[in-house]
Each structure stands twice: as structure tokens, then as C-alpha cells.
């Protein structure tokens, strides 16, 4: 890494993780840069969630470490202040109401719940605020979960599978939200399903496969590459110029037989 350049806010060092016998993350290293929206995809089971749990605190590693603004998480002052996630946002008492959950989370956390109102507006919550999360949609939830992320005013942000839910409306929100968010300086990690979504939300992918890191580059070096790579058995969302889709260059990488685990 170039000494000149600012330092990355979310590092990820040699981590491993097991369980058991399971290798869910094996020796991942890469920086995740402010000023830019990394896309962090893979297959059901290829470590994301792991890795965004060791970010937090929430999972030991077994060797290596994950970084937040140069120390691990449990060493953080403030942590809501450094880095606010989305993890599995439908993890809410049912019983209570938006308003309420961030308002208990704030004071939790130590943070000013004065904010709370504006928020919930700014994530489309405003009329549903006072209403119980149990009857709530799945799209709202996951709407209430990045209002949790953005609590602490955090410069980096991570969210698991965030656009799973909302409707067509939501995700033109969504993409304006992060790029806004992007755009601001912030440290932007978000993982998804949803290849189509991430071809206009990221400037960065990474790639992770059986717990090991398959690619780490800008999307338009990535896709350059892909269509450079990747040869003909590319095509169904490729582009009439040749350029293939993230999809087609994600499904390359991850059937290639050199990633695949013995
Ligand atoms: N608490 C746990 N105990 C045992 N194994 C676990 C645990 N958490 C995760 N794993 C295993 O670690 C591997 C990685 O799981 P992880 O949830 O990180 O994948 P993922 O990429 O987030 O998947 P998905 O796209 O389906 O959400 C899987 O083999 C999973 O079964």
C-alpha cells in the first residue's frame, strides 16, 4: 500500500475463521476504501456474514483481524459513532415501535436520540414511526435497519443484504441513499444477491468464494476484465458492445475450477 494514500477505514487482515470443521473465512485480507461503495458477493455460505460478524465484535477470529478505523472493534470508543451495520434487520422485538427501537438503541449506545424523528424520516419511516415493528413489511424493516446504521452518524457503514425486501420505489431510494452517503466520504461495505442492483451501486466488488477471496477490484476494471476473460460461454446480460454484466462475470468466477474447493 502506497504510504501517501489516506488509510483504509475497514481492514481485513489474514482472518480465519472456523467452525468446527467448516472454514467459513480463510485467510481474507482486503481494505475496504472511504470514498467508495464495495460490493461484497458470493455464494450462500461463501463467509460474507461471517466476515461482516467479526468486523463487529460479534464473532472471535481464529486467527488475523478485521479493523475499524485501525483497532478491532471491541477496542473502539464510541462504536456507534465509527461504523454502524445492518445485519439481520429483522431482528426486532415485534412489540415495539420504530421510534422506540432506535430511541432504546441510541441511549444504548450513548448517543443523543434527539435525531431519531429526522431519521426515521429520512428512510421513508416517518407515518409508520409509531406503529408496532410486528406488523411491519419486510421492506420496512430493512428500511428500519439502515435508519440503525446511519444512528451514530457513522463514517462507515455495513450492511448485510440491505435491498433484499423493497420494492422497485425502494431501491431507486436505496441507491440514492448510499451514493449520498458515497459521495460524503464515507466507508460503504455492502453485501447482496442482487447482481443488477450492485452493477449500479458499487465502484468496487469483492468477490468471496469457499471462505477465500476470488476478486477485489473496481467494477469497470472487473467487468473490462470479464469480457476481456471470460469468453463466450458469457452472454445473457452482456451488453450489444461486448461488455458482459457483473453477473455473467461473478458466475465465471465462481465455476471456475481454479476456485473450486477440493
Ligand atoms: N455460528 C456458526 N456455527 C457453525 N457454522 C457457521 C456459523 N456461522 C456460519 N457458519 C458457517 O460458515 C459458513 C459461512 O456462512 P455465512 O453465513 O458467513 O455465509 P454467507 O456468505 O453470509 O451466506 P448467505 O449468502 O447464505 O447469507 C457456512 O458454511 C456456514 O454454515
Known amino acids: 500500500m502506497r504510504s501517501d494514500l489516506p488509510r483504509p477505514d475497514l481492514i481485513f487482515e489474514t482472518l480465519t475463521k472456523r467452525f468446527g470443521a467448516t472454514v467459513a473465512l480463510d485467510e481474507v485480507s482486503f481494505a475496504v476504501p472511504p470514498g467508495a461503495v464495495t460490493a461484497l458477493v458470493g455464494p450462500n455460505g461463501s463467509g460474507k456474514t461471517t ?53 432504546w438503541l441510541a441511549a444504548a449506545g450513548g448517543i443523543d436520540p434527539a435525531p ?52 422497485p420505489q425502494g431501491l431507486v431510494w436505496f441507491r440514492g441513499l448510499v451514493h449520498r452517503l458515497r459521495d460524503e466520504g464515507r466507508t460503504v461495505l455492502v453485501s447482496s444477491h442482487l447482481m443488477g442492483e450492485l452493477e449500479g451501486l458499487a465502484d468496487r466488488v469483492v468477490v468471496i468464494h469457499h471462505g477465500r477471496i476470488a476478486a477485489d477490484a473496481d467494477i469497470d476494471s472487473l467487468l473490462a476484465g470479464g469480457a ?30 481454479a476456485l473450486a474447493r477440493p
Open 51 to 103: 466476515l461482516m460478524r467479526v468486523a463487529l465484535g460479534l464473532a472471535r477470529p481464529t486467527s488475523g483481524q478485521a479493523l475499524v478505523a485501525g483497532r478491532p472493534y471491541r477496542r473502539l470508543d464510541a462504536p456507534l459513532t465509527r461504523i454502524g451495520a445492518m445485519l439481520n434487520a429483522s431482528a426486532v422485538n415485534p412489540a415495539l415501535t420504530g421510534r422506540t427501537h432506535l430511541r
Open 116 to 167: 431519531v424523528d429526522a431519521l426515521l424520516e429520512q428512510v421513508g419511516l416517518g407515518s409508520a414511526a409509531r406503529r408496532r415493528v410486528g406488523g411491519w413489511s419486510l421492506g420496512m424493516r430493512q428500511r428500519l435497519g439502515v435508519a440503525v446504521a446511519l444512528l451514530g452518524d457513522p463514517p462507515i457503514l455495513m450492511l448485510d443484504e440491505p435491498m433484499n425486501g423493497l420494492d
Open 228 to 257: 476481456r476473460g471470460a469468453g463466450s460461454d458469457l452472454g445473457s446480460g452482456s451488453d450489444p458492445g461486448g461488455r458482459p454484466s457483473l453477473e455473467d462475470v461473478y458466475l465465471s468466477l465462481v465455476t471456475s475450477s
